[in-house]
């Protein structure tokens, strides 16, 4: 039902904009968040934003470089990457939650555990 794409291999300072589009249902109503899993690693919070878009935030490690943004008309979520770094080289995934327009904390958007629903995830590969 998400379907991301957009990744690929990009030099240091490059930027990628990847995206994610729904099928089957709208996740209009629905907070959108992208994480990412480096080889090794625990999957980790990238950014996320509430079903309005009022509310938006961001990994310390991507703020100021990658800007999540989302179209409900076309049911599809963004994430527009500047300035990548070889550190940034992960698996992106994008996630939703199944609770129509519900309030949560920061901590809960930043947790895969709020997501109910995965994309199938997309290399982004950042060389130096």
């Known amino acids: 039902q998400l379907q991301a794409s957009g990744g690929g291999q990009v030099q240091a300072g490059d930027s990628l904009r990847l995206a994610c589009a729904a099928s089957?249902?709208?996740?209009?109503?629905?907070?959108m968040g992208w994480f990412r899993q480096a080889p090794g690693k625990e999957r980790e919070f990238v950014a996320a934003?509430?079903?309005?878009?009022?509310?938006?935030y961001y990994a310390d490690s991507v703020k100021g470089r990658f800007t999540i943004s989302r179209d409900n008309a076309k049911n599809t979520v963004y994430l527009q990457m500047n300035s990548l770094k070889p550190e940034d080289t992960a698996v992106y995934y994008c996630?939703?939650?199944?609770?129509?327009?519900?309030?949560?904390?920061?901590?809960?958007?930043?947790?895969?555990?709020?997501?109910?629903?995965w994309g199938q995830g997309t290399q982004v590969t950042v060389s130096s």
């Open positions: 996630a939703a939650d199944r609770r129509p327009r519900t309030t949560y904390t920061e901590s809960l958007y930043k947790s895969s555990g709020l997501y109910d629903y």
């Open positions: 089957g249902r709208t996740f209009s109503s629905n907070v």
């Open positions: 934003i509430s079903w309005s878009g009022g509310i938006i």
